[in-house]
């Protein structure tokens, strides 16, 4: 497991206004050195616009940027060690692979020696020699992609922004871009502050993610903590599928540091690890939502008889089925409905319970926890 601990980016209080609209609403948080960074949010949560600032294309209305202890808030783009990488990457179409790589190095007059050496280590980086003499037009959009990124590394920017730069590849193109992204950026020991909506992606490349809404960092955590100890009704339901059931506190006891919650007003169960010390935080009395992702549900044709399961009767309402696994919706019996992903494991074609069914649902109360916002 890496461990970073030199912060090299460090964003203070950081706040952008359009048209009387907070669009990045007083943001701090530090990036380290080598890390790659994701900022992950929906449309129009303000993503790019704190990439810009970064960037130096936007200026904050309020707050500092400080770049290894420098204070960047209002240096222009282009004196910032710093690249950025945009959905639509432009390369000079009448360059050829070589010439666009070697670029940035020509401006800023690199000796023809080491010129070579350095444009030949990238193109070896993103596995692009052999078509360094062809036209941007000859290739496919991932290998256009591959020497937009090797165009970016070619001059060892301290660190790449990238704005969703994988959005206009299909899907697999995408997968493999995923390996490669996290390959080079090991490689070239560069800071990556990545943008995305896509949490798929956010969870398979990043060492930490900062979950964004409105403006504001719902949760900043690494990939599994955010998928599976979301702080936020939010983040619970935009990193993943997952059932959000209403929850009432029964009972806190302190000793015991657990909360007794009734659940969709049916299920009794204890939350045990919980910080019920924090002033205020939990009351007896208190509407939440106990939160738990599908797939730690399972599901059986006869009751479940494990005393750490929580079990519970359910009703088959419908099934999706993705291939790996099928989603099913199940009801309790007061119509509440919870969603389990079950394994397709079997060799044969997965049989699945029809609305005839008799099933049982069983999970581990602490796969799951209550959220209060
Ligand atoms: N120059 C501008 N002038 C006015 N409003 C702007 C400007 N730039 C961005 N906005 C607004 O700020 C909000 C956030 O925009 P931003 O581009 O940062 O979102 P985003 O999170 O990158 O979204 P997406 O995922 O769609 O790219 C949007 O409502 C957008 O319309
Ligand atoms: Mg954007």
Same mark, same amino acid.
Do not use: A, E, N, Y
């Given at each position: 497991m890496k461990v970073f601990s030199m912060a090299m980016l460090d964003i203070q209080n950081v706040s952008k206004t359009y048209e009387d609209n907070l669009i990045v609403n007083n943001i701090s948080l530090t990036i380290n050195a080598g890390e790659f960074f994701t900022l992950l949010g929906?449309?129009?949560?303000g993503k790019t616009t704190l990439l810009r600032m970064i960037a130096g294309f936007v200026t904050p209305d309020s707050g500092k940027i400080l770049l290894d202890g420098k204070?960047?808030? =209002?240096?222009a783009p282009e004196k910032r060690p710093l690249h950025t990488i945009f959905q639509s990457y432009a390369l000079f179409? =009448?360059?050829t692979v070589y010439d666009n790589i070697a670029f940035p190095l020509k401006m800023a007059k690199w000796e023809k020696v080491k010129l070579n050496e350095q444009v030949l280590e990238l193109l070896e980086d993103v596995r692009l020699t052999k078509y360094m003499s062809r036209y941007p037009h000859e290739l496919s959009g991932g290998q256009r992609q591959r020497v937009a990124i090797a165009r970016s590394l070619v001059d060892r920017p301290k660190l790449l922004l990238l704005d969703e730069p994988l959005s206009a590849l299909d899907a697999r193109l995408r997968e493999h871009m995923h390996v490669e992204l996290v390959k080079l950026q090991e490689e070239t020991e560069t800071t990556f502050i990545y943008v995305t909506h896509d949490q798929g992606e956010a969870l398979a490349l990043s060492n930490r993610i900062a979950v964004l809404n409105h403006g504001k960092i719902e949760q900043l955590d690494k990939p599994q903590m955010v998928y599976t100890r979301p702080d936020t009704h939010f983040v619970a339901d935009f990193l993943g599928k997952c059932n959000l059931l209403r929850a009432e506190i029964l009972g806190i006891d302190y000793e015991g540091k657990y909360l007794k919650l009734r659940v969709a007003d049916s299920l009794e169960f204890d939350l045990f690890d919980l910080d019920v010390d924090t002033p205020n935080m939990y009351f007896v009395g208190q509407i939440g939502w106990y939160f738990i992702r599908p797939e730690k549900i399972s599901a059986k044709k006869t009751d479940i008889d494990d005393e750490d399961l929580f079990s519970a009767r359910v009703f088959v309402k419908g099934y999706y089925y993705y291939g790996g696994e099928t989603l099913y919706e199940f009801l309790l019996e007061n119509g509440t409905k919870i969603q389990a992903m079950l394994s397709n494991t079997k060799t044969e074609q997965s049989k699945f319970y029809t609305e005839e069914s008799l099933v049982y649902v069983a999970f581990d109360p602490q796969a799951g926890n209550f959220l209060i916002k």
């Open positions: 929906p449309s129009g949560c204070d960047i808030t =209002h240096l179409p =009448h360059m």
